[in-house]
């Protein structure tokens, strides 16, 4: 397939930025990082980046715009673009966004996000406004760059009252019912060009401290300090997972009834990477507690595609490769306005 070399596909250095530029070198495109200075050896040791654009701060990335208009770049966002540039500064951008940045919004706030995945027939952990009406154990959630830091168990509004004082300048936080089950994080691709809702692959989350407290007996932890025990959800790493197979079809029409929800509530409604963050109880019960409306970490074991990818493709194709192929369709087929929005 011939691609248009005129465009180029750039994002930030963090997160998913290997595999976004490895996916697009692999499909043809020339690849741009911007990274903050220190951070530049991953692109240059992994041969990904053509161009590499150091700035100082995240808070500086409006001043390499021309820079990236002159090249004719297509950003490609992830979790990290998001989290350092907010959505105000997104939506301001001038240089092409791969994806709807209308369906930000309905990400990032989790009561609207609630109204969707519960339209789409997703079955959510209960959310408490009140702590007073706490009557299950939930994990209460502090909103911000934390990443699972101090995010605690209570088993009701006595055990709440006790534990917030821990955190007395912690102003936003979510109480979430709390889900005793195992992870499983669905990644989607839906194309706009096709109309089909692609499942990518699987993935769970490599948390600490609470992905080491169970090697430890409850005796040994009784021992330990209050501090030490106290599960923390920081995140450090993915690990791949394959599903049962007989679960695959519930997981396949959750991710399209997601998308068909998605038109409805904004004009061109989600496409692209996505995952639905789940959890599976004993019953066969999938909790999804997060959407997240683009590419996601989990997608990273996988930059040689995943055991579904290569089911389908036949070829390696990772999420960043699969952005990058529905990029250079589309510019074939001139309809790259269905994907910059
Ligand atoms: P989040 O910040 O929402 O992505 O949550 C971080 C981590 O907290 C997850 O990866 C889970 O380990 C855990 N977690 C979040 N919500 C729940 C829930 N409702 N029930 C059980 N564990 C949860």
Redesign the pocket.
Known sequence: MVVDKAYKIATIGSHSALQILKGAKDEGFSTIVVVTKGREKPYQQFRVADKIITIDSYDDFESVQDELLKENAIIIPHASFISYMDIDRIEKLRVPYFGNKKILKWESDRVIEKTWLEKAGLKL?RLFNDPKDIDTP??V?FHGAG??KG?FLAKNYKDFKKKIKLHPNSKKYVM??????V?M?AHYFHSPLTGETELMGFDK?Y?SN?DSLGRISARDQMALPKEKVDPS?V?VGNIPIVVRESFLPRFIKMGEEVVRISKELVPGGLFGPFCL?N?MTPDEGI?T??ISARIVAGTNPYVNGSPYTWLRYDEPMSTGRRIAREIKLAIQQNKLNKLLM
């Open positions: 952990p939930v994990i959630k990443g699972g995010y979430q019912e709390y889900i005793l089950g992870h994080y989350r948390e609470v959800y995140i963050e959890i909790y507690f997060e």
